[in-house]
């Protein structure tokens, strides 16, 4: 029967469903057609893959060939079809044996000469091919990324003739077992080069220690872009299925996936310029945008204000649900965006409202429509408000000799108050849902009734309330208390200083 099954994987978003290559020869005109669904870089793969298996000295069949890529109604695009399409060949030509192939998978461009090159997204491929039991063939630009999956058979080949050989048992490629342990921790930025802004600090660990987004507002040169660089150095340490899912989503973007990143988490900084599409994604083809490349990471925006008012309610959905789903007319993708949001801005238009000694001469409407810009709902999703004020020169100047509160330190605490928080509900204090508040976060009668006169004095939303109670539960965590405690409740609240009643921070 000149009929053979070959597997391979597509790319749908973050997925990688399942690609069945059907090749069969038949009598008639010598010739090579395609159908599934494919794009025009798979229709044109049909001149490189006959190049390949040409120079690799096998023979290519002058028989009526047919290739189907199933499921039809799944859109296939790249080079990645090449290498099993040429497998495919081979086998229902009876040149390798066909029964080989069914415990394998394989993912690939081939050059004309034969040569298996690297395509994008093996990550989400190889993770599906050790749910389904069989090994992988790849390039061995991909072999690293590949392997970091616990449970599969990597194979890495340089040629077509590699892999051919393995089938037939000649010469045996050697697979790679993932060794995720190997990369050297990269030296993170350290909280001690931060002078002064002891408050800020504290907001700080409060945000690493229950994942929760904060808002940094102060006069230009005060700290706060320092302040958030150095949010991924006092985060826990990635498990294994963050890294797997982070490393995933940067394996199917433009960027690419780099092995020194990890285990590390990513801090994605775009420019204020970045639009609606940059952010959370798009194109004709749906790529990841910046909240999902900062997937388990921190996402900082500078200049909050400054960004495109519609820029920034595309991140109002994502803040809640930790996902974002694009729809096209063609196809929909679904990417994870579970990011921690750090955002800064100047308190007016020329930065130095409050500070400088009267520096500023914005007025009040001035101030009034620069906030505004920052719309309710966006303020009211996020956690907490911290003012960072200038640093008097005299602090920047000194030098104790007493050691400054540095990033390791502060991180073992963060460790801490986080296993807490796993081992109570299984997630972090930020995604804690209504119905889990009640159970976690219960106050006294007094401490109620407290939250009750702050509501009504700041009117704040019901959203802002359950905030307020999950930047109490952290802080708790943080002092290793089992109860939510006055002091607790009254520094949560202490950072809800934006509310929209109350837009312009006084003097």
């Not at 899912?245 to 970045?274: C, L, M, V, Y």
């Not at 109490?472 to 002092?479: F, P």
Request: aromatic share 4%.
């Amino acid at each position: 029967m000149s009929l053979a099954i070959v597997y391979s994987r597509a790319q749908t978003g973050i997925d990688a469903p399942l690609v069945t290559v059907e090749v069969h020869l038949s009598n008639g005109l010598p010739s090579l057609s395609i159908v599934g669904l494919p794009e025009t870089v798979v229709k044109e793969s049909k001149d490189r893959v006959r190049g390949a298996i040409l120079t690799s000295h096998f023979e290519f069949p002058a028989r009526r060939i047919t290739v189907n890529l199933a499921p039809a109604d799944l859109p296939k695009e790249g080079g990645r079809f090449d290498l099993p399409i040429a497998m495919g060949i081979l086998a229902a030509s009876g040149q390798i044996p066909r029964d080989e192939l069914a415990h394998c998978e394989f993912l690939g461009e081939l050059a004309l000469s034969g040569e298996i090159r690297a395509v994008k997204g093996v990550l989400p491929a190889a993770m599906h091919a050790r749910n389904a039991g069989r090994s992988l063939f790849v390039a061995n630009g991909n072999v690293a990324e590949a392997a970091l999956v616990n449970g599969v058979n990597v194979y890495g080949a340089a040629h077509l003739l590699d892999v051919c050989a393995h089938i037939n048992k000649q010469q045996l490629l050697e697979f790679h077992i993932a060794n995720n342990d190997s990369q050297q921790p990269v030296e993170e930025l350290d909280l001690a080069d931060v002078k002064g802004q002891q408050h800020a600090k504290r907001a700080l660990e409060i945000a690493a220690a229950g994942g929760h987004s904060l808002l940094m507002i102060g006069p230009p040169g005060t700290g706060k872009t320092m302040l958030a660089s150095r949010l991924p150095g006092i985060l826990p340490p990635m498990t294994e299925q963050e890294a797997l899912e982070s490393a995933a989503i940067a394996s199917i973007s433009d960027q690419g996936f780099s092995f020194t990143q990890w285990r590390k988490r990513s801090f994605r900084n775009p420019h204020h310029t970045a639009s609606g599409v940059a952010l959370v994604g798009g194109g004709s083809n749906p790529r990841p945008g910046e909240i999902s490349l900062a997937h388990h990471g921190v996402l900082f925006l500078d200049e909050l204000p400054e960004f495109d008012r519609k820029v920034l309610e595309v991140l109002r959905e994502p803040l809640e649900s930790g996902r974002i789903t694009i729809s096209r007319a063609a196809r929909q993708a679904e990417f994870p965006a579970r990011f921690q949001l750090i955002a800064a801005m100047n308190p007016c238009p020329c930065g130095y409202h409050g500070h400088a000694n009267g520096r500023c001469h914005c007025t009040a409407e001035q101030i009034q429509r620069y906030r505004n810009k920052i719309s309710g709902p966006l303020l009211d999703r996020i956690d907490m408000h911290v003012e960072v004020p200038q640093v008097p020169r005299k602090l920047l100047q000194q030098s104790s000799n007493e050691p400054a509160l540095n990033s390791k330190t502060v991180r073992k605490r963060v460790e801490q108050a986080r296993a807490q928080q796993l081992l109570r509900s299984k997630k972090c204090n930020a995604q804690l849902a209504n119905r889990e508040l009640e159970r976690v976060c219960k106050l006294s009668t007094d401490d109620m009734a407290l939250l009750d006169r702050a509501i009504d004095r700041f009117g704040l939303s019901s959203r802002a309330y359950h905030r307020i109670l999950k930047v109490a539960r952290t802080i708790a965590d943080l002092a290793q208390s089992d109860a939510i405690q006055t002091q607790h409740l009254t520094e949560a609240i202490s950072y809800r200083k934006l509310d929209r009643q109350n837009p312009v921070l006084q003097a």
